[in-house]
């Protein structure tokens, strides 16, 4: 889907203004079946944490301001599916 939105970009180029309302389209259409999956895959994903790593989280959640980045980052990766950002919005769809 990515490389498909890719190439409507690209052919965007000169492009008369049906054109690109057909390529914006196209592309929230691309864009809607991109995020469906995403938040498919979040789910199997979220169905797959461990206990273990559920404590370990806590433990981290309860230390928060003494934890390293990288831990950080690895906390955020089990608890966050997607955070969809614009200039206008910021959405955030957790896992748990």
Do not use: C, H
């Amino acid at each position: 889907m990515e490389s498909e939105i890719e190439k409507l970009l690209d052919t965007l180029t000169g492009a008369t203004p049906v054109l690109i309302s057909y390529a914006n389209a196209k592309i929230e259409e691309l864009d809607s079946r991109r995020q469906a999956l995403a938040s498919e895959i979040a789910k199997l994903t979220a169905e797959a944490v461990s206990p273990e790593q559920i404590d370990t989280i806590s433990n981290y959640l309860d230390d928060w301001e003494n934890v390293s980045f990288e831990d950080k980052q690895q906390v955020m990766d089990l608890m966050i599916t997607v955070i969809r950002a614009t200039s206008e919005n910021l959405q955030i769809e957790w896992k748990i």
